[in-house]
């Protein structure tokens, strides 16, 4: 099975501070996105890499940065986190065909 | 945090009924549509695709069907269970360059024993 990693489930910062959140997969994937999640808004694409070190941005790519050194890990970035970037992180991973397979979620909480 | 479940229109059945979860979609140049399941705490779960030159497709217990003079999806799910409580998302894809999936905002089903 695929695995999609994200490597903290929940995290509580500060405003002002810089973010990563780290996701990689297992099974040698070309693409990869990263969601926020929010009620009411459902899933919004953030940024999303067809190969490395390529990044396209999404619907809502302000605030936030990413990186795709390597094939298999892609990280999400607030250079300077605000309270309204409080939300659930989805990182995804795909092959050609269209079905992402989404890790457990990231819940960030910008005090 | 608030649960993803809140605002969400919610669908109730009891045990052993069958649920019909319904989505519109907005693009009717779309030729690729999915459905996840979210449970509670967790990231959304493939259920199953259809590309738009098929009009039902069957599962183990679901069956998805395409309505492309209406643009409408639907997921049926047979003799659900408790375990079948959560989100569900459908999402549509236009086979066009780097076009990304366009999600629906989701519908929270509950099942009672």
């Known amino acids: 099975d695929v695995k999609v990693t994200q490597s903290s489930r929940y995290l509580v910062k500060r405003t002002g501070e810089k973010v990563f959140l780290e996701c990689v997969q297992d099974?040698?994937?070309?693409?990869m996105f990263w969601y926020r999640q929010d009620p009411g808004l459902g899933l919004r694409l953030i940024y999303f890499?067809?190969?490395?070190?390529?990044?396209e941005k999404g619907d809502i790519p302000e605030g936030y940065s990413v990186s795709r050194e390597k094939k298999e890990r892609f990280s999400l970035i607030l250079e300077s986190a605000s309270t309204n970037q409080t939300s659930m992180y989805l990182c995804?991973?795909?092959?050609?065909?269209?079905?992402?397979?989404f890790g457990e979620g990231s819940r960030l909480t910008v005090l | 945090g608030e649960s993803v479940g809140l605002h969400l229109p919610t669908l109730s059945v009891q045990e052993g009924d069958n649920s019909i979860i319904n989505c519109a979609y907005s693009?009717?140049?779309?030729?690729?549509f999915i459905w996840y399941k979210q449970e509670s705490g967790k990231g959304p779960q493939f259920i199953i695709d259809?590309?738009?030159?098929?009009d039902k497709r069957q599962g183990q217990r679901v069956t998805v069907l395409l309505n492309k003079t209406v643009k409408h999806l639907s997921l049926q799910i047979a003799a659900t269970q408790p375990g079948d409580s959560a989100v569900y998302f459908c999402?549509?894809?236009?086979?066009?360059?780097?076009?990304?999936?366009?999600f629906g905002k989701g519908t929270m089903l509950l099942v009672s024993p």
């Open positions: 995804a991973s795909s092959f050609g065909e269209r079905k992402l397979f």
């Open positions: 099974m040698d994937h070309e693409n």
């Open positions: 890499s067809y190969d490395v070190k390529m990044k």
């Open positions: 693009n009717s140049a779309s030729d690729y």
């Open positions: 259809i590309r738009s030159n098929m």
């Open positions: 999402a549509e894809n236009i086979n066009s360059g780097y076009s990304t999936l366009t």
